[in-house]
Nanobody, 115 residues
Framework: QVQLVESGGGLVQPGGSLRLSCAASGSIFSRYNMGWYRQAGGKQRELVAA???????TYADFVKGRFSISRDSAKNTVYLQMNSLKPEDTAVYYCKANAGLMNFWGQGTQVTVSS
């Protein structure tokens, strides 16, 4: 079992930056594949970035060059650094932990990009 708590969301102007954090507890963090997803109003949840247990990283095309995912196993935390934010990045951002058939989700953190 894994418990995930996201933080770091908020209101930012276009072109600004935010860093999201996802703190994990309850299991061996380094064994899990971790991912950031987002869901905007009326749309399906979509993958933003993922980092697997071997530190292989995947990005959605729409964030390549702007967002960066990383993990700190000593702190049981995965980060999403978001730069050059656009209004279309506005969404609730969720952290997910995966191991085999098991998926665990955090409660989400709101990111709003607006002037």
């Amino acid at each position: 079992q894994v418990q995930l708590v996201e933080s770091g969301g908020g209101l930012v102007q276009p072109g600004g930056s935010l860093r999201l954090s996802c703190a994990a507890s309850g299991s061996i963090f380094s064994r899990y594949n971790m991912g950031w997803y987002r869901q905007a109003g009326g749309k399906q949840r979509e993958l933003v970035a993922a980092i697997n247990s071997g530190d292989r990283i995947t990005y959605a095309d729409f964030v390549k060059g702007r967002f960066s995912i990383s993990r700190d196993s000593a702190k049981n935390t995965v980060y999403l650094q978001m730069n050059s934010l656009k209004p279309e990045d506005t969404a609730v951002y969720y952290c997910k932990a995966n191991a085999g058939l098991m998926n665990f989700w955090g409660q989400g953190t709101q990111v709003t990009v607006s002037s």
